[in-house]
């Protein structure tokens, strides 16, 4: 079975700075989907990245990027110029071609921003 | 409305009480999905609806029953619940084909916060 792991339960940032959320999984998998949530207090999930295992080249989203080592099995965020904003929780999910469409979450790591 | 919209936000309800949770999505999306969001667990999936039909029942109790009438709609019936049930319920919704389903992001309602005395 997959698992997901977040092993930083929680982070803070200085506003304007860097922060890199962690994530490793478990797969005997070649072919699958990875994916960052964020979940506000507001509690609604929304998406904010997805990398293709297939794709060696990490995805971007303005602030927004990951650093994926498929070998390591490892699917870091980094958030750059963090804002107040950004303040929330962040799960890792996973989500591989013999799941169908059963994503497989962390535990989460949540993020303080610091004015 | 846009996206996945949940009712009602919050609920306080007794062991014996039956209340229902309702999820609509305006997505065009013909999957549904139910999860439970405990405190430092993962999210867990209880059900999956794809075309109406219910294709995943994640060994969730009798005490909790679905239902989805169209591809726009899932209710979760609660019935004789636990304090151990109170968490967060989340719905989700997606368009997975057979070729592809795990590639297709799953977009999330708000949640209900479900607190069982």
């Known amino acids: 079975a997959q698992t997901v792991t977040q092993s930083q339960p929680e982070m803070s940032v200085q506003e304007a700075e860097t922060v890199t959320l962690s994530c490793t999984y478990d797969?005997?998998?070649?072919?699958?989907?990875l994916f960052w949530y964020k979940q506000p207090p507001s509690r609604q999930m929304i998406l904010v990245i997805r990398?293709?295992?297939?794709?060696?080249q990490n995805a971007t989203e303005n602030r927004f990027s990951v650093n994926f080592q498929k070998a390591a099995k490892s699917f870091s965020l980094k958030i750059s110029d963090s804002q107040l904003g950004d303040a929330a929780m962040y799960f890792c999910?996973?989500?591989?071609?013999?799941?169908?469409?059963?994503?497989?979450f962390g535990t989460g790591t949540r993020l303080a921003v610091r004015p | 409305e846009t996206g996945v919209t949940q009712t009602p936000r919050h609920l306080v309800m007794g062991m014996t009480n039956k209340k229902s949770l309702k999820c609509e999505q305006h997505?065009?999306?013909?999957?549904m999905y139910w999860y439970k969001q405990s405190a430092k667990k993962p999210l867990e999936l209880m059900f999956v609806?794809?075309?109406?039909?219910?294709?995943e029942n994640n060994s969730v109790p009798s005490r909790f029953s679905p239902e989805c009438p169209n591809s726009s709609h899932l209710f979760l019936h609660l019935h004789t619940l636990q304090p151990e049930d109170s968490a967060l319920y989340l719905c989700?919704?997606?368009?997975?084909?057979?070729?592809?389903?795990?590639?297709?992001?799953?977009?999330f309602g708000p949640g209900t916060r479900l607190l069982v005395l």
């Open positions: 989700a919704s997606s368009s997975p084909s057979k070729a592809s389903a795990y590639q297709e992001t799953q977009y």
């Open positions: 797969t005997s998998e070649s072919d699958y989907y």
């Open positions: 990398q293709e295992a297939y794709k060696q």
């Open positions: 999910a996973y989500n591989g071609r013999s799941s169908g469409d059963k994503l497989t």
């Open positions: 997505l065009g999306h013909n999957a």
């Open positions: 609806y794809n075309f109406k039909e219910q294709t």
